[in-house]
């Protein structure tokens, strides 16, 4: 199945949904032993500011509201209510949004956040709790790699994700209707070449707020 009895490293990549997604110019890959901290989190998932004397073409101003308000559709939306034509629209607006890769340890074919894996998310709720994030639309992402069936990697990504929105809930108080889950099973690898590595087998934070 997707996890092993080793569970799932620690890998940090900025500005990825998915396998194929470039990584933004300037950033690089943290080793895979180490584990951002709060303040590695925080930078990765800050928008870049805005640059004076530029504005927004028309179409460009109407396809941001456009996706304004599709995300905001997706407030209080169980990880299972969503489409897959939906699941298709977080990946093409996310492209755009910087993001953070953390592959979660989670109990052997479980939702259960390993106990290995509590810095990791304590870090995570540090940082979406900070006065730079808090507030944000923030989605949670589960992917797994390509072992065990289509239908149980799919139930399983959407299970940990939620697992991870509800410890940030429950622990640091983070507005559930601003953590979005959803799941991507095994079909969007970050390493298609090796599709049985833990690479794949992650939780995406990403914050799709502009500011």
Known sequence: MSAGPKG???NLACA???AGLALPAGLGVVLAAEQPSAEQIIKALKPAGV??????SPAEAARNADEARFVDTLRNRTTRSLTTAERETIVSIAQKKPSIDLEVNFEYNSATIASKAQTQVTALG???SSADLKGRTIIVAGHTDTKGGESFNQGLSERRAD????FLS????????????VGY??????NSSD???SENRRVQVINMSDK
């Open 126 to 128: 540090q940082a979406l």
């Open 185 to 190: 099973g095994k079909t969007r690898l970050k």
């Open 8 to 10: 799932l490293k620690i």
């Open 195 to 197: 599709p049985f590595s």
């Open 51 to 56: 640059t004076r004397g530029l504005t927004a």
């Open 16 to 18: 990825v949904l998915a």
């Open 163 to 166: 697992a991870v929105k509800r």
């Open 170 to 181: 429950e622990k640091y108080g983070i507005d559930a209707s601003n953590l979005v889950t």
